[in-house]
């Protein structure tokens, strides 16, 4: 094969934690008899909540193929690239196993939120019944030399305030603020998605919400932007080219001598470019992009709704009106346009073998 396949999870194989009919009738046709992969294949995903190997789990289960945590490319794995930031002390927010997450991504002295707020007791002050009885300064030396950004937490204002706390006391929590402290420490961030699908009828929050909190709550404060060292995560450049890394290893590991000419984005867009005064140290750890295309396939079993109708009064102003995503992105509208548009999974390989005339 002269072509790979970058397949979105949520909204494209399942919705929540139900497997959209489509796709195991999608994934038979993958596989051989003896369930290897007929083209290389990476699962992309926004989430940021676990390990590789469960989420892999948890796939080969759902579709019934065998997948290793080799095809699985969650939003926090191109952490591994950034290694000047491993032997520092992080505070990491987020949900699920967070401290194995980050040393399994090589952070050696990851703090949680939860243990800085158990150091810190009277930092976190909204909830009256979480505010401690006794008023005593615990001495906790600690201080965070960056913050990574995993995914959305479950108590937003106890992250918020932390987080804050962190970032205009140049990793000193408990201390005064000090706004002249600019640009702050380091910021890394997963998942930029304002909103994903799970079993509702409607999209819900995603990590992104949470991010246009944080930054808005900075800027009110201080007057001044947050910066993030990096973004990563769908639809980021860095996301793109690490997959992209993840398709040639497969192929190096199986008698498939024939580049790898074009990859089909199965529910995402195109990479979209950051900002220019982003850290980039990262590209010298990867090969140049070597596909010479990435053509994007939309499915419609997830956030988008093809009979949505925009507004009469909004249509002057589109490009304004539906691009969700991150502020740090340039907005091109043709890298958000989809390539092609199916119904559904099973309908986008389909398409794709008949693109490259690929007989199953």
């Not at 072509?3 to 051989?32: C, S």
């Not at 949470?210 to 201080?222: A, D, G, Q, R, S």
Request: a negative charge; one cysteine or more; proline letters at 8%.
């Amino acid at each position: 094969p002269s072509f790979g396949f970058l397949f979105d999870i949520d909204g494209v194989l399942v919705r929540g934690k139900t497997p959209i009919p489509a796709a195991r009738t999608a994934f038979q046709k993958l596989v051989n008899s003896q369930g290897q992969f007929l083209v290389p294949v990476v699962f992309v995903t926004n989430a940021g909540n676990c390990l590789r190997q469960k989420k892999a789990d948890q796939l080969s289960h759902l579709l019934g193929v065998p997948i290793s945590q080799d095809q699985v490319m969650m939003s926090h794995s191109p952490l591994r690239m950034f290694k000047r930031y491993h032997e520092k002390c992080v505070l990491v927010s987020g949900q699920g196993p967070l401290l194995d997450i980050a040393q399994d991504l090589g952070f050696c002295q990851p703090i949680t939120i939860e243990t800085l707020r158990e150091k810190h007791p009277l930092l976190d002050a909204v909830d009256h019944d979480r505010r401690p009885n006794v008023l005593v300064r615990a001495y906790f030396c600690f201080k965070a030399l960056s913050v990574v950004l995993f995914g959305e937490p479950v108590r937003w204002e106890t992250s918020l305030q932390l987080i804050i706390d962190v970032l205009l006391t140049s990793g000193y929590p408990g201390n005064p603020y000090h706004h002249e402290n600019y640009p702050h420490i380091p910021v890394l961030a997963c998942n930029m998605d304002l909103m994903w699908v799970a079993e509702a009828q409607s999209p819900r929050f995603g990590h992104g919400t949470f991010m246009v909190c944080l930054e808005n709550i900075y800027k009110k404060i201080t007057g001044k932007e947050l910066k993030y060292e990096a973004l990563m995560g769908k639809p980021s450049r860095l996301t793109y080219l690490y997959a992209e890394q993840l398709l040639r290893a497969q192929a190096l590991h199986r008698p498939w001598h024939q580049p790898i000419h074009t990859l089909y984005a199965v529910g995402g867009s195109a990479a979209l470019s950051q900002d220019d005064d982003m850290d980039h140290g990262w590209e010298n750890q990867l090969a140049p992009a070597a596909a010479a295309h990435c053509r994007s396939v939309l499915v419609c079993t997830g956030v988008y709704n093809p009979h949505a109708e925009v507004p009469l009064e909004t249509r002057d102003s589109l490009t304004e009106a539906v691009f969700h995503g991150h502020r740090d992105f340039r907005f091109d509208p043709g890298l958000v346009e989809p390539d092609h548009i199916v119904p559904d999974v099973d309908a986008a390989v389909d398409l794709v073998f008949q693109l490259e005339n690929f007989p199953p």
